[in-house]
């Protein structure tokens, strides 16, 4: 099983950042697209294309595939209008046209959040307007070959978080091009050992996000210095046969 790493781990070597990245022995990375205020996603169609054409050369130059990439997320969340939800569609299929010029084909994305992330009066309602955002996405994710890996969350008072509910969208939008991204670290947090979450979701795994907590916050800790029990969790992917790359998602400055 391959390693890879976040982008974020490298930006401040610049130019330099996928050079350094192989040299500490990754292939993999996750190019982080997520910040909607980047230039990528609000440029001319011309600039959009060097853009990702400078990226890619970036990254074959060094040796390094981009495995998978992180879709657009904003925090605190914006998606309680339909004109919120329509700009975040846009955003997200011009992240799916990213992907196929990047010769990446994993596309992971959170799920909606329209009351927030710190309360939940309607979580059907939620978990239904989840299952029409992710549905209408569907032809672009095709037309751009991409699979669209729906990642657990962390946040306490949202039903939608654990991965048995990330797991139940996923079945309810049952399409293809829509997977599995568990996080190792949002697991834990919602009280679910990711390799209980590897086995119940086994069908749909493609993508890992990897890191440690104490099961208290997100903490995005190394591995082996929290609650998650790792020899079971490596168990799992051997019993399943994972055969993806174990993405890590650590920050050395995490408290």
Request: charged letters at 30%; proline letters at 6%; hydrophobic letters at 35%.
């Given at each position: ?5 976040q ?18 022995g ?27 054409r400078?990226e ?46 990047l ?20 979580p ?22 991409v ?21 139940r ?87």
């Amino acid at each position: 099983m391959e390693i890879g790493i976040q982008s974020r781990a490298y930006e401040r070597f610049g130019a330099d950042r996928y050079r350094m990245m192989y040299a500490d022995g990754f292939r993999y990375c996750d190019l982080g697209l997520s910040n909607t205020n980047k230039e990528l996603y609000n440029c001319e169609e011309s600039d959009f294309l060097r853009l990702l054409r400078e990226e890619l050369e970036l990254a074959e130059e060094a040796g390094i595939v981009f495995s998978q990439i992180h879709g657009p997320w904003r925090y605190p969340p914006q998606d309680a209008t339909p004109e919120d939800r329509a700009e975040r569609k846009e955003k997200m299929e011009k992240c799916f046209r990213a992907a196929k010029l990047l010769k990446c084909k994993y596309v992971v994305i959170h799920p909606i959040m329209p009351f927030g992330t710190k309360e939940d009066p309607d979580p059907e309602g939620m978990f239904q307007m989840n299952v029409e955002f992710f549905r209408s996405l569907l032809p672009a994710a095709r037309e751009n070959d991409v699979i669209i890996c729906l990642e657990n969350m962390p946040m306490s008072k949202l039903s939608i978080s654990p991965p048995a509910e990330t797991l139940r969208l996923i079945e309810a939008i049952d399409d293809p091009n829509v997977a599995f991204c568990l996080d190792t670290g949002h697991s834990i947090v919602r009280d679910t050992q990711p390799g209980e979450a590897v086995r119940m979701g086994a069908k749909y795994l493609r993508v890992l996000h990897v890191h440690d907590s104490d099961g208290q916050r997100d903490r995005h800790w190394y591995p082996g210095t929290g609650a998650v029990d790792w020899d079971d969790f490596t168990a799992a992917l051997k019993e399943v046969g994972y055969a993806g790359v174990m993405r890590l998602e650590t920050r050395p400055d995490a408290e």
